[in-house]
């Protein structure tokens, strides 16, 4: 179905006239649609188009337009049970949402937890081999220095 077939589909294209803001809107409560065209620079052609109430059902095409057709009856009303299944259904959705956030949130402060713990003990464990091996920690420290300022480093370390 091409765009001239959607535009017949419920009767008979409205007649524009005028240029431009000249009663745009004056049929606006017996079109239910009104479709713009660009024909030139300066001036615009409408073109109504008269629909039924069952109104008209609009879908994406794969190359990235739409496909607008008029509903030959009306949709069927949702019973209670379809209500339902809705309401439930979007509940549910909204529901995982939250529980993902939650448990995002609750292994954050686990993982930090955990990294605490190990970095405690990690500087308790250094915080032990320096106290252990205070003389190795002063002998590397000292080798780390040039030769000729090792007697200044004794000086400041005493």
């Given at each position: ?7 017949q ?23 239910r ?19 039924t ?7 994406p095409?794969p ?29 549910i ?26 970095l ?13 091996d ?25």
């Amino acid at each position: 179905m091409n765009a001239d077939e959607a535009l017949q589909l419920r009767g008979e294209a409205g007649e524009g006239c005028g240029s431009s803001g000249d009663d745009d809107l004056a049929d606006a409560e017996r079109a239910r649609l009104m479709l713009v065209e660009l024909e030139r620079g300066d001036e615009l052609a409408r073109e109504g188009l008269h629909l039924t109430a069952n109104g008209v059902d609009i879908k994406p095409t794969p190359d990235g337009g739409y496909h607008l057709q008029a509903l030959e009856q009306p949709p069927e009303p949702a019973t209670l049970d379809d209500k339902l299944r809705s309401y439930v259904k979007k509940s549910i959705v909204g529901l995982q949402s939250k529980l993902n956030d939650v448990v995002r949130v609750f292994q954050n402060i686990i993982t930090g937890f955990i990294r605490g713990i190990f970095l405690f003990f990690f500087t308790l464990m250094i915080g032990a081999f320096i106290l252990i091996d205070l003389d190795k920690v002063h002998a590397f420290l000292r080798s780390l220095f040039p030769a000729n300022v090792r007697d200044d480093y004794d000086d400041v370390t005493d």
